[in-house]
């Protein structure tokens, strides 16, 4: 079997700018990484390298020297005010730094209208050599994987694409087979990490742990092994595992080679 590319994601390190992620990824030896260009929400954390020309001239320049490639990028947000306009730059820079994917998060209560949002950005995404991969998680209107195909089923064309964060698959009602009825080809990269046990009810903590409290694959409860047989073979995963309590402990250079490490023991496993 053909080992699978392994991504360094922009949550796990989000305090790094992206020329730092690079090096880190590359130091550390992961093969991709992911770009947070966009915030999840006003204020928060983003490197809008789409509205910095310099600054993209800069990482451009780096990142073709490197052997990591830019995998995806962060995040499209389908809310009430979404406009598709607002996204163009983000999604041309995507294909200028040459990514895959494109992260999409669902917000609007109107379940139709955010299914014509998704649509747009699906056919937008394909003129670029993009996909639009749809996060399914428990406290967005997107709460599951069954949400998730309905919406992503509405689409037309190559872009189509539905995420696999295995702390969204836990702490939400999808089940495997939920994740087993997704078609292979909507299936471009997954995410991993673990997650503690006793499994949170309260959407408060789960967005908490979700947020700044995952833990490295093989220390918590989730049900990687089930998981990780639903989805297609080597399809690339991406390390999202935010945890600065333990970050700060190890150091970031040995938390990052634990999580390397962990990760590829996991995926040995399949």
Not at 18 to 32: K, V
Not at 63 to 80: G, H, M, P, R
Not at 161 to 167: A, N
Request: hydrophobic share 40%; charged share 25%; proline share 7%.
């Amino acid at each position: 079997m053909n080992e699978p590319r392994i991504g360094l994601a922009a949550l796990t390190v989000l305090d790094a700018p992206p020329l730092e992620q690079l090096d880190l990824a590359e130091r550390h030896g992961f093969d991709m990484i992911g770009i947070r260009m966009s915030p999840t929400a006003p204020g928060a954390i983003a490197y809008p390298l789409h509205r910095d020309r310099a600054a993209l001239k800069e990482f451009r320049h780096r990142l073709a020297d490197s052997e990591v490639v830019v995998f995806d990028v962060e995040v499209i947000k389908l809310d009430e005010d979404f406009d598709l306009a607002d996204y163009a730059p983000l999604l041309e820079t995507a294909a200028e730094l040459g990514a895959r994917a494109a992260l999409v998060n669902g917000y609007d209560h109107d379940r139709s209208r955010m299914a014509d949002s998704y649509a747009a950005v699906a056919t937008a995404c394909a003129s670029y050599g993009l996909v639009a991969s749809l996060e399914f998680m428990p406290w967005s209107t997107v709460p599951d994987a069954s949400s998730a195909m309905a919406i992503v089923t509405d689409a037309d064309g190559p872009a189509r694409s539905i995420l696999v964060d295995p702390i969204h698959v836990d702490r939400s009602q999808t089940t495997l087979a939920d994740l087993t009825s997704i078609p292979r080809d909507w299936m471009t990269y997954a995410q991993i990490c673990d997650g503690a046990r006793p499994k949170p009810t309260d959407m408060d903590e789960i967005t908490r742990q979700a947020h700044e409290a995952r833990l490295p694959t093989g220390e918590g409860g989730i049900d990687l092994d089930g998981i990780l047989s639903t989805l297609p073979e080597a399809i690339p995963v991406s390390v999202e595992l935010p945890n600065d309590e333990r970050r700060k402990a190890m150091g970031t250079g040995p938390w990052l080679d634990h999580l390397l490490a962990t990760t590829k023991e996991t995926l040995a496993r399949r």
